[in-house]
Structure formats: structure tokens, C-alpha cells
């Protein structure tokens, strides 16, 4: 579950975490571009790289490593069947290359969850929210989606709970093969289901008792402003892809395999 | 016998919750354990069936250490009682729930019937044998949870806040049905808030305050010393603070329970 407390928010102030979501957004989408259309081990190094700054800056190193370390168990799976299809295509037989794509296909995932990490890591719910509904979504549906993410460690606990009151009454979740194993976890999946119906119901009349949905045009307390340091980062964001794109075009990337003269 | 030796325990998220708990429970005993809220009483008794493994120390249920067993293993002779018995209720009868740990204990067909009606007849829940446990009240869920794990009849029953969200008559069918299976010979912990509820069972009070027992002694003693009530954020039952308030009648402050009060003032009023 590693991967998912590197995606949970921390409340720390940081020039980072005062940049607009809309903006940081656009930023891991230009980051996202930029890792698909690269597959040399090159440039998403440098990818890699740059945005290391950005952790710093934000404070959130230690989250961060911890959601890299989350993601190594797909990393390895990724690095190797893309060794172990690119050994059997070729005739088994292994050349640098291959190993430098393996890398820089592996690289790739890492440099997707390193930008993801950075802006679920910076990013509360509430602003999340704010920006959904700033871009016209129905309020109706940003309550849902704010929601749905604060009550995730909620459940977590609860399905704790569950498990340790299924554990105590005999229940072995890894005991059996692998269907039985699937069927190990309906004790824990009903009472889980049940209560999140149930306490979704309690919310909405807490909801509407508390004059949910009275007013239709509702104000909010805090409004997302455009700031310098977010054109500051549109124009880096839109740059990073502009440059990226003459690159992919006209210049030739080299490879490592390429400098050592194999 | 559950021996706990200098137990330790700290959460993957850091926090210590467990510092340095030593105690003996005797077959056969009652006990209950009290303190605030994040005393560490919950963490504890998690300890005696194997769902927390000490961080340092150890635990031996009948001479077996906790450590290296599964709970399984353990729950066989530990049956513990949640809290909230939604947590647990998954089944479509009140029968196969009550089945299903003794299904996970390996039962017999045979045995296994016979178990599920001793334990539905124990708790008055025969009539609700084909009804869904969801549509029962409040109080009839939390017996069909405290049925399902008496049906396996293990020796030490350890039961996380029973009186919670019970009506008055519930609680008190509840307290007479733990007294007698106390003095059936089993082995009953209670972990509570409730001092009245305390009182009227008159067990071994275990006293726990961050993480530590800071009281461990027979329920008139403990309930009666304000010091170590304080301590762990308990005020002494009402019955109590009466006669507390009025030692300058010359009233003693060790009364707990209302039978021993009405006795002392029969008396008191009788002499004039």
C-alpha cells in the first residue's frame, strides 16, 4: 500500500503547494507528453532530473522516495518482461540496446509516478475541488470526487477492522488456491460495502440537514488565483513540450550503447 | 492462564501505544479494563489472540507464545467480540453466521448443528435462526456476533466495549449472562467506559493510562481511589460520589454498588 501513501496529501506551505492546481496539472500532463514520446534512456534521465528540484522545493522528499519505492515492485516487472520479450525476439541473444530500452521503458513508469507523486503530494482535495468546479463541473459532481478521496483512509481503517473481526472468528486470508483465496475476502468485501452504503446514506442527511443544495449559485470562501509563479510555470510547461517536440523531429538522440562504440 | 510479560507495542505509524504492560491472567478470572480513550486498552487485548504481535516482550497464552502463532491457532482458545458487530456480520442467516467460525475451525457437520443451536438458544436468538442479521436491531446484531463466537465455546472470552449502544434492560440481561458465564469457568475480559456497568460486576479493574497500568487491583478498590481514577480520566460511579460527599455522617467511601448502599442506609436510617 506503499504507492498509495506516496499519492497522499500533506499539508505543508511551499511555493509549490501555492501554485494553482490547473497549472501544476498542466505541468504533469506536459511531463507525461514528453516521457511517451521519448523512448531513448537519454533524455528521460534528464526528465527524471529535472524535476527533482521541484521535490525539494515542495518538501516532500521523504513521501516521495517512499512512493518510488512502492513503485519499484512494477518497475522490476516492467524492466523484466521487456528483457525477457526483447531476449526471445531476437533470437536469444542479448545486446546493450536492449538492455538500454529495457532501462529507459522501466524509466519511463518511474518518471510517470514521480510527476503524478509530486502533484497528488501538493495538491489538498479542497483545491482539487476548487479547480474542478472553477473549470464549470457541476458542483454536484466536485462534492462527489472530494469526497470519495477524503473517505479513503476512513475505509482503509475499517477494512482493518473488519479483517482483524474475520481473523478472530478463524478466518485464514491466505490459506487455499487461488480461487479459494479470491472467495477468502467476501467476509471482508459485504460488512465493508454495507457500512460505506450505510455511512454514505448518514452523510447526505447530515448533508441535508445542514441545507445542502438550498441555494442554487453558491460563492466560495477561497477562489483560485492565476498568480506569477503559475505563468511562470504555464510558460515553462508550454516550453518543456515545444522544445521537446523540435527535438523528437529534427534532432538525432543519441544513445549510450552509441558512445561507448558498441 | 494468559501471562503478558513487559509488553511493548508501537504502531507502524510510530505512535508507542503499549509501555511496558505486565500482568497474569487465571483461568477463570473476570476482568475488566478501563481508561480513556488511546489508553491502549484496545491494542492490548488485540495482543491475547495474536492480532498484534508485541514489539518487544512477550505473551503466552497457556504456555504458548503468541509470537510465532497464527491467530487461528489462538482464537481457538481466545474468542474475541468486537465492538461494533457490523464489522463482522456478512452471512445471510443468523445461522450461517453464527456457522461460519466453526467452519473455519474445521467442525464437524454433526457437531457444528449441535453448536449453532446451544449458541442460538444461549443468547435467545432461535426465532431470528432464517432471518437475515441485517435486519435486526442494534441490540440483537451485537448478540448474533457475541453467538458466533461463543459457538465455538473457546476459554477465555475478550469483548471490546459490550455495553455500547445498548438500552438499560439490554445491559443488564447483558451483565447477567457475562456473571454467569464467569461462573461457568470462563474467563472473561471486558474492556468498558462504563463505571456503573463496572460496578455492578464487581471484577478485577485493570487501570490503563498512556500506555501504562497505573491500577490493578479488586473493583471496590480501584473504583473508590480518586487519585488513580483521575489519572486515567474515570470519574467513580454515582452510587460513590453520594457517599463520598457525605463522610461527615460518618459514611464509608469503599461503596460501589447500590445493594451495599441500601444495606449501610437501612441501617443508618433504621437507628434513629
Known amino acids: ?262 | 492462564m494468559i501471562k503478558v510479560e513487559d509488553v511493548y507495542f508501537t504502531y507502524p505509524s510510530g505512535i508507542e501505544a503499549l509501555k511496558g504492560i505486565s500482568l497474569t491472567i487465571k483461568d477463570g478470572e473476570f476482568i475488566a479494563i478501563m481508561g480513556q480513550n488511546g489508553a491502549g486498552k484496545t491494542t492490548l487485548i488485540k495482543q491475547f489472540n495474536g492480532l498484534l504481535k508485541p514489539t518487544k516482550g512477550e505473551i503466552l497464552v497457556d504456555d504458548v507464545n503468541t509470537k510465532n502463532t497464527s491467530v487461528a491457532k489462538l482464537a481457538q482458545n481466545v474468542g474475541f467480540v468486537f465492538q461494533n458487530p457490523d464489522n463482522q456480520l456478512f452471512c445471510e442467516t443468523v445461522e450461517e453466521e453464527v456457522a461460519f467460525a466453526l467452519k473455519n475451525f474445521g467442525f464437524k457437520e454433526t457437531t457444528l448443528k449441535k453448536r449453532v443451536t446451544w449458541a442460538l438458544n444461549l443468547l435467545g436468538l432461535t426465532e431470528y435462526r432464517k432471518t437475515s442479521p441485517f435486519m435486526l436491531s442494534g441490540g440483537e446484531r451485537k448478540r448474533v456476533a457475541l453467538a458466533s463466537v461463543l459457538a465455538w465455546n473457546p476459554k477465555v472470552v475478550v469483548m471490546d466495549e459490550p455495553t455500547i449502544g445498548q438500552d438499560y434492560q439490554q445491559k443488564e440481561k447483558l451483565r447477567q449472562f457475562i456473571i454467569q458465564l464467569n461462573m461457568q469457568g470462563k474467563t472473561v475480559v471486558v474492556v468498558t467506559h462504563d463505571v456503573e456497568f463496572v460496578a455492578d460486576c464487581n471484577p478485577r479493574v485493570i487501570l490503563m493510562s498512556q500506555g501504562k497500568i497505573v491500577a490493578d487491583d479488586i473493583g471496590k478498590r480501584v473504583l473508590t481511589d480518586i487519585d488513580r481514577l483521575t489519572q486515567a480520566s474515570i470519574v467513580p460511579p454515582q452510587i460513590t460520589q453520594i457517599f463520598m460527599g457525605l463522610t461527615d455522617f460518618g459514611l464509608p467511601v469503599d461503596v460501589i454498588d447500590i445493594y451495599k448502599a441500601r444495606e449501610i442506609l437501612q441501617k443508618r436510617l433504621g437507628e434513629k
Open chain 1, 1 to 262: 500500500m506503499s504507492v498509495f501513501d506516496g499519492l497522499k496529501f500533506r499539508r505543508v506551505t511551499s511555493p509549490i503547494h501555492l501554485l494553482d492546481p490547473r497549472i501544476k496539472f498542466l505541468y504533469v500532463c506536459s511531463i507525461f507528453v514528453v516521457a511517451i514520446i521519448f523512448w531513448e534512456l537519454l533524455p528521460l534521465i534528464i526528465l527524471f532530473l529535472v524535476q527533482i528540484p521541484f521535490v525539494l522545493l515542495a518538501r516532500v522528499q521523504k513521501e516521495w522516495i517512499r512512493s518510488l519505492r512502492g513503485a519499484a515492485f512494477l518497475a522490476t516487472i516492467i524492466f523484466g518482461t521487456n528483457i525477457i520479450f526483447r531476449f526471445l525476439y531476437a533470437g536469444y541473444t542479448l545486446t546493450l540496446q536492449d538492455i538500454e530500452y529495457a532501462s529507459a521503458m522501466t524509466l519511463r513508469f518511474v518518471v510517470l509516478v514521480e510527476s503524478f507523486s509530486i502533484f497528488f503530494l501538493t495538491t489538498s482535495p479542497d483545491h482539487l475541488g476548487l479547480a474542478l468546479e472553477q473549470s464549470h463541473v457541476p458542483y454536484e459532481f466536485c462534492f462527489a470526487f472530494t469526497t470519495a478521496v477524503r473517505f479513503v483512509p476512513v475505509l482503509a481503517d475499517e477494512a482493518q477492522t473488519i479483517m482483524d473481526a474475520q481473523k478472530a472468528r478463524g478466518l485464514e486470508l491466505e490459506k487455499g488456491n487461488f480461487l479459494k483465496r479470491i472467495r477468502n475476502y467476501i467476509p471482508i468485501l459485504i460488512p465493508l460495502i454495507i457500512s460505506a452504503i450505510r455511512r454514505s446514506l448518514e452523510l447526505a442527511e447530515a448533508m441535508e440537514s445542514r441545507a445542502w443544495g438550498a441555494i442554487e449559485k453558491r460563492t466560495n470562501l477561497y477562489v483560485l488565483q492565476i498568480r506569477r509563479a503559475d505563468y511562470l510555470l504555464t510558460l515553462i510547461s508550454i516550453l518543456i513540450i515545444i522544445v521537446c517536440i523540435y527535438i523528437r523531429f529534427y534532432v538525432p538522440v543519441p544513445s549510450f550503447s552509441d558512445f561507448w562504440g558498441l
